[in-house]
């Protein structure tokens, strides 16, 4: 669901090039210590969707980084990336990324930074449907990210890549970190939510939790609040997976994905629930607006 396309054309610092062609710095920041941030958002038939949520979220983390976020219209750049692309009449997955440029090697960050962005699409998996009609297995991380850096979509992704190839070699579609003492927080590219007796559960959003707030997360808690359901951040164990009637991860490009195996394991009757199809609903409601 989060693999991006080698060819075609793509955004670079203001141009449309070749993706063949797009070249960043070898002293580039992002390259050499991950110095950067990320936001990936989905397009349904050329419209970007809860694009100033993404951007406000990219604008926080930047700013809390100190890079400086040049000034652009995000949308029209975007558009004009999927058109090129021949992505208008479908949906796609776009992502902005967003490093503090080149400058002389060094840990500390240059003074006035020259930041690199870039914009990349490709068409979403037409496998995705399938997954989000029967549901998916997911597999349990021996590891965890947390602290105040799990809070911000960074280009250190390596937990993430690492926690995706095990989740692989279990036939997984999503891999769930846990840590230590048997707590769970999120998915390598997913928010997690359980149902247990007509509720939403899912991890809260602080330091220890290690928790990153997804835009399609937020969209959920306000639809499903809206819709009447109750939603609760609390902290999750596996054994409240285990024991669930229900669960679900969340993405902005897999949207709302059923949880039905842990691994061999069955959660429940091992087919999406009610409410986990009523949340689907609400969601797609939403992005046809």
């Known amino acids: 669901m989060d693999e991006m396309g080698l060819?075609?054309?793509?955004?670079?610092?203001?141009?449309?090039?070749?993706?063949?062609?797009?070249?960043?710095?070898?002293?580039?920041?992002?390259?050499?210590?991950?110095?950067?941030?990320?936001?990936?958002?989905?397009?349904?038939?050329?419209?970007?969707?809860?694009?100033?949520?993404?951007?406000?979220?990219?604008?926080?983390?930047?700013?809390w980084l100190g890079i400086p976020v040049p000034a652009m219209d995000w949308r029209r750049q975007i558009t004009a990336v999927l058109q090129r692309n021949r992505l208008l009449g479908v949906d796609a997955s776009v992502r902005i990324t967003l490093t503090r440029g080149p400058a002389v090697p060094g840990l500390l960050p240059p003074v006035r930074p020259r930041p690199t962005v870039l914009i990349i699409c490709a068409a979403v998996p037409a496998a995705l449907a399938a997954v989000q009609r029967r549901g998916a297995r997911v597999a349990l991380l021996p590891f965890a990210r947390g602290g105040a850096l799990a809070?911000?979509?960074?280009?250190?992704?390596?937990?993430?890549?690492?926690?995706?190839?095990?989740?692989?070699?279990?036939?997984?579609?999503?891999?769930?970190?846990?840590?230590?003492?048997?707590?769970l927080s999120e998915g390598t590219t997913s928010n997690l939510f359980v149902v247990r007796r007509g509720r939403l559960l899912t991890p809260p959003l602080d330091g220890e939790a290690g928790v990153l707030p997804g835009v399609t997360r937020s969209l959920v808690i306000a639809l499903a609040t809206a819709a009447g359901i109750r939603v609760q951040e609390c902290r999750l164990r596996v054994s409240d997976l285990v024991?669930?009637?229900?669960?679900?991860?969340?993405?902005?490009?897999?949207?709302?994905?059923?949880?039905?195996?842990?691994?061999?394991?069955?959660?429940?009757?091992?087919?999406?629930?009610?409410?986990?199809?009523?949340?689907?609903?609400?969601y797609r409601d939403a992005t046809r607006q």
Request: hydrophobic residues 45%; charged residues 25%.
């Open 243 to 282: 024991a669930a009637n229900e669960a679900f991860c969340t993405a902005s490009v897999a949207e709302v994905v059923p949880i039905v195996r842990i691994a061999e394991r069955a959660i429940a009757s091992g087919r999406p629930g009610p409410l986990t199809r009523r949340v689907q609903e609400l």
């Open 151 to 183: 809070g911000h979509k960074l280009l250190d992704y390596v937990p993430a890549v690492l926690g995706r190839v095990l989740a692989r070699r279990q036939r997984a579609f999503e891999g769930l970190f846990v840590d230590a003492r048997g707590y």
């Open 7 to 63: 060819t075609g054309t793509v955004f670079l610092d203001g141009h449309l090039v070749s993706a063949a062609r797009a070249r960043v710095s070898a002293f580039d920041r992002g390259l050499l210590y991950g110095d950067g941030l990320f936001e990936t958002l989905r397009s349904y038939q050329g419209r970007p969707f809860a694009l100033d949520r993404h951007l406000a979220r990219l604008r926080g983390t930047a700013r």
